[in-house]
Every structure is written in C-alpha cells, then in structure tokens.
Nanobody, 128 residues
Framework: HVQLVESGGGEVQAGGSLRLSCVAS????????MGWFRQAPGKEREFVAS????????DYADSVKGRFTISRDNAKNTVNLQMNRLKPEDTAVYYC?????????????????????WGQGTQATVSS
C-alpha cells in the first residue's frame, strides 16, 4: 500500500531553518506531482508548495515565497521542503501529498482535492 512518511519537524526560533523530508513507498514516485500543505491550530489546511514530476516547475504560496524551497529526488522517492527565515506564523503540522498527473508535466496542483495520497504530518513550531 502507499505510504508517505514525513520527518524533520521540530522547534526553532524565529529566523531559523528547518528541512522537512517525505519518503514515499508503494507508488511510482516519478508519476506523481508532490506537494506540501500545512494546518495550524484552529485554521484550515493550506497549500504551501508543489513540484512537478520531473522538477520542471515549482509553485509556492505567497506567504512562503522566497523563504521556502521544494525539491525532489526521484531516485530516492523523496520530496523535501527547505524552510528558511521562519516566522511564528509558520507554526503548523506539515503534510506531504502525492497527486497522480497524466500528461503535462507543467501542472503544479494547489488544491488538496487534487491529491491522491497524504502523509501523517510532522509538527514544526517557531517560537518568537
């Protein structure tokens, strides 16, 4: 069965960095666009970043653009999220997700409903 397992969460001070990783198994990783979402307490889940199957295109939420970088390694079935210059408002549970994309490799899905599989999440806490 398909599994997405996140790691790398923790607690840092504002201005610090964290690197999240997600390892996928049970699927043909290179056939899926990958995304990161987050959910803060009392808030709805929101899109953070996504990357196409071959890393040709990336998309970011405005709130993280210029601070976060998404990358993937298809040989290792891994997608990463490098988070720099972290702010307290980045505190959330971060989820990776996989979206089966057929055809164009330029599409970077933003809606949660477009994703087929989800990880269990990893907590990132940024203190002021």
């Amino acid at each position: 069965h398909v599994q997405l397992v996140e790691s790398g969460g923790g607690e840092v001070q504002a201005g610090g960095s964290l690197r999240l990783s997600c390892v996928a198994s049970g699927l043909t990783f290179s056939a899926y666009a990958m995304g990161w979402f987050r959910q803060a307490p009392g808030k709805e889940r929101e899109f953070v970043a996504s990357i196409t199957r071959s890393s040709g295109s990336r998309d970011y939420a405005d709130s993280v653009k210029g601070r976060f970088t998404i990358s993937r390694d298809n040989a290792k079935n891994t997608v990463n999220l490098q988070m720099n210059r972290l702010k307290p408002e980045d505190t959330a549970v971060y989820y990776c997700a996989a979206a089966r994309i057929v055809g164009s490799d330029y599409y970077t899905p933003r809606r949660g409903t477009e994703y087929n599989y989800w990880g269990q999440g990893t907590q990132a806490t940024v203190s002021s």
